[in-house]
C-alpha cells in the first residue's frame, strides 16, 4: 500500500502554446487581462490533469469530469454521484456529509484539487493542490484570428448567401508560455479526512499527478489546442516539518524572446541559507532539446517531461 504524502510543495509549470488557443473565453479568443496579457485559469491546466489520469489511469475515480447519460446528456452532481458509488446514501445531516465526503475522497482529483458539492447535501473541500491562473510570460502576446469554412449552408439565411457554405472565425495567440503556479499542502484535508475517515493523499497519488503536470496539456491535443503543449515544470518539495512560506513564482519567471526561460531570482530565493535549510528536494523537468533553460537551481535534478 503505498504511503502517506504529507510534505508540503511549492513550483509551477509552464504551458507553451504556438499558434494555439490554450485558453478561450466566450467569445473563442485568448483570454486577456485588462492591459492586454495573455492568461489562462486554473481551470484550464486543470482539466488537462483530470484529463490525463482518467485516460492513464482507468481504474482510478475522478469526479469532477464531464460525463453523459444514456440519452447523451451531462449528468447533474447527484447523477455523477450514483454512477460512480451507487444509490445515495439515506442518512441525515451530518452522516449523510460524512458519508459522501469519504466517498469523494476515493477519487483522486478531490484528493487533490477538492472541489465545492452542492446537491443533496453540500461540502466544501478545501484541496491540497492549489493551481493559478497562467500568465504569458514572453515578451509578446500576439492574437491573430482566420476565417474557416463550414462544409454546410445554413438553412435559415435567406439571403443569397443561403446556398453558400457559411463561414466561420477561429482565434489563436502566436506564441506564449503561460506560467501557473502552485503550492500543495496535504494538510488542507487532514480533518476532514479524520471526521469522514477517507482516503488521504498518498506518494502515488503524487507520482500521478506529476505526470499529468508535466504530459496532460500534450496530450490534450484537440483542433483548437494544437500547438499547446507542456514546457516545464519546477517542483520544490519542502522536508516535512517545514512551516516555510515562498511567493508565487510566475513573476519571478521570464521568457525572452530567444524563447530562453529564466529562472534566475526563482534560484537567488531557492538558495538563500534560510530557505535552502527547509528543502528536502528540488525537481526540474523539461526537454532539453526542445527548450532552454538559464538560471537553473544548482541543486536541482533534471529529468524528462514524457519519462
Known amino acids: 500500500m503505498s504511503t502517506i504524502f504529507s510534505n508540503r510543495v511549492f513550483g509551477c509549470?509552464?504551458?507553451?502554446?504556438?499558434?494555439?488557443n490554450y485558453n478561450a473565453d466566450f467569445t473563442h479568443q485568448p483570454r486577456t487581462l485588462p492591459d492586454g496579457t495573455v492568461y489562462a485559469t486554473d481551470k484550464a491546466l486543470k482539466y488537462t490533469v483530470r484529463n490525463y489520469l482518467k485516460k492513464?489511469?482507468?481504474d482510478d475515480k475522478v469526479f469532477y469530469f464531464k460525463t453523459f447519460s444514456e440519452e447523451l446528456q451531462p449528468?447533474?452532481?447527484d447523477e455523477n454521484y450514483e454512477q460512480y458509488f451507487g444509490v445515495y446514501p439515506k442518512e441525515k445531516d451530518a452522516q449523510l456529509r460524512r458519508t459522501v465526503a469519504k466517498n469523494l475522497f476515493e477519487?483522486?482529483?478531490v484528493r487533490l484539487f477538492g472541489g465545492t458539492y452542492a446537491g443533496k447535501t453540500n461540502l466544501s473541500i478545501h484541496g491540497p493542490l492549489q493551481i493559478t491562473?497562467?500568465?504569458?510570460?514572453?515578451v509578446e502576446g500576439i492574437i491573430y484570428s482566420e476565417q474557416i469554412m463550414s462544409p454546410f449552408r445554413n438553412p435559415g439565411e435567406k439571403s443569397a448567401d443561403s446556398t453558400m457554405s457559411t463561414l466561420g472565425t477561429q482565434s489563436k495567440l502566436k506564441e506564449g508560455h503561460y506560467v501557473h503556479g502552485l503550492s500543495l499542502n496535504p494538510h488542507n484535508i487532514s480533518d476532514l479526512i479524520k471526521l469522514?475517515?477517507?482516503?488521504?493523499?498518498?506518494?502515488?497519488d503524487i507520482t500521478k499527478v506529476k505526470k499529468a503536470l508535466t504530459q496532460g496539456a500534450t496530450l490534450y491535443d484537440s483542433a483548437a489546442k494544437a500547438g499547446t503543449e507542456n514546457e516545464l515544470m519546477l517542483w520544490v518539495q519542502l522536508k516535512p516539518e517545514s512551516m516555510l512560506v515562498l511567493p508565487s513564482f510566475v513573476e519571478l519567471i521570464s521568457v525572452d524572446a530567444d524563447r530562453v526561460i529564466h529562472l534566475e531570482k526563482v534560484t537567488e530565493i531557492l538558495e538563500r541559507p534560510t530557505v535552502s535549510k527547509h528543502i528536502e528536494k528540488i525537481e526540474l523537468y523539461y526537454d532539453k532539446?526542445?527548450?532552454?533553460?538559464?538560471g537553473a537551481p544548482t541543486n536541482a535534478t533534471?529529468?524528462?517531461l514524457n519519462q
Request: glycine share 8%.
Open 133 to 138: 491562473h497562467g500568465v504569458n510570460r514572453y
Open 75 to 77: 449528468r447533474t452532481l
Open 302 to 304: 533534471i529529468l524528462e
Open 107 to 109: 477519487c483522486i482529483d
Open 13 to 20: 509549470v509552464i504551458v507553451k502554446s504556438v499558434n494555439s
Open 56 to 58: 492513464a489511469y482507468p
Open 289 to 294: 532539446t526542445a527548450t532552454q533553460i538559464a
Open 196 to 204: 469522514s475517515g477517507g482516503q488521504t493523499i498518498t506518494d502515488d
